[in-house]
Nanobody, 124 residues
């Protein structure tokens, strides 16, 4: 089992920045690829970014490329999502998720572990 706890959400003005954290407990964290997803009210959950267990491979959605950066510190069992140049359309609940197998071939889906989410609100 892997337990995931997100933090760092909040209210920010458009153009501002936030850093989300996802702290994991349980199994060896470096064995797990980690993704960030988000869900806005009335919309489906969507992929935001992902990072492999070693941190060597990262992926991001076109809508956030160049603005969001994903990274990890396996010594701290933590993955970060640095969000800059935030827009009102980035408003959503952000979820951290993890999986151990088949990560690079399927980083957009089939995650087994999910956190509770953290709210990000960007005001215009």
């Amino acid at each position: 089992q892997v337990q995931l706890i997100e933090s760092g959400g909040g209210l920010v003005q458009a153009g501002g920045s936030l850093r989300l954290s996802c702290e994991a407990s349980g199994r060896t964290f470096s064995n797990y690829g980690v993704g960030w997803f988000r869900q806005a009210p009335g919309k489906e959950r969507e992929f935001v970014a992902a990072i492999s267990g070693s941190g060597g491979n990262t992926y991001s959605a076109n809508s956030v490329t160049g603005r969001f950066t994903i990274s990890r510190d396996n010594a701290k069992n933590t993955v970060y999502l640095q969000m800059s140049s935030l827009k009102p359309e980035d408003t959503a609940v952000y979820y951290c998720t993890a999986k151990r197998y088949n990560f690079d071939a399927d980083y957009r889906s089939n995650y087994g572990y999910w956190g509770q989410g953290t709210q990000v609100t960007v005001s215009s």
